[in-house]
């Protein structure tokens, strides 16, 4: 173990991923956190007259699964965002599965900080979001970082 990296070093081309099914709660959920009232997420008919013809959940449900994944997967605990770049490019409805997945593409000696490629997919193989995240994971005593799924 290096003081760096005292719960273990994340190899570059490590994976992992969860996966969970969204629900209309998670839009209300997500409504009461965010304050995010936007009619696509809530009434059908200005849902159906947009370009995703039904209701869609809010990004920030899309994108929560990969909080999920680097703090309870890779890097692990302990683990935060330090810097996002994410490209919506499809729409995620309720009753979609979405899996969310990261693999490490770069790993600091002197920090540490970790590079990941993230992306989040739906149940029928779609790609809703794509992009990277750079991430600080502090030392959690007693805890391992790092592995693979």
Same mark, same amino acid.
Request: contains cysteine; proline residues 7%.
């Given at each position: 173990?290096? @003081?760096?990296?005292?719960?273990? /070093?994340? $190899? ?7 996966? *969970? ?21 809530y009434? $059908? ?5 947009? *370009?995703? #013809?039904?209701? +869609?959940?809010? #990004?920030? +449900? ?10 309870? /997967? ?7 965002f ?18 969310? *997945?990261? $693999?490490?593409?770069?790993v600091?000696?002197? /920090?540490?900080?970790t590079?990941? @490629? ?27 970082? #790092?592995?693979?799924?």
């Open positions: 173990m290096s @003081a760096v990296w005292p719960n273990g /070093k994340p $190899e570059v081309g490590a994976a992992a991923e969860l996966s *969970r099914q969204v629900g209309p709660d998670d839009i209300l959920r997500f409504t009461e956190l965010s304050g995010d009232r936007n009619p696509l997420h009434d $059908e008919a200005a849902a159906a007259s947009s *370009r995703f #013809g039904e209701i +869609v959940v809010q #990004g920030g +449900v899309t994108s929560a699964i990969l909080n999920a994944v680097i703090a309870e /997967k890779l890097p692990g605990p302990g683990t935060v330090l810097n996002v770049s994410w490209n919506f490019t499809a729409p995620v409805r309720p009753g979609d599965t979405i899996t969310g *997945r990261v $693999e490490v593409t770069e600091r000696d002197d /920090k540490p900080i590079k990941l @490629a993230t992306r989040v997919t739906r149940d029928d193989g779609t790609t809703a979001l794509d992009g990277t995240a750079v991430c600080w994971t502090a030392e959690m005593p007693g805890r391992r970082s #790092g592995g693979t799924a």
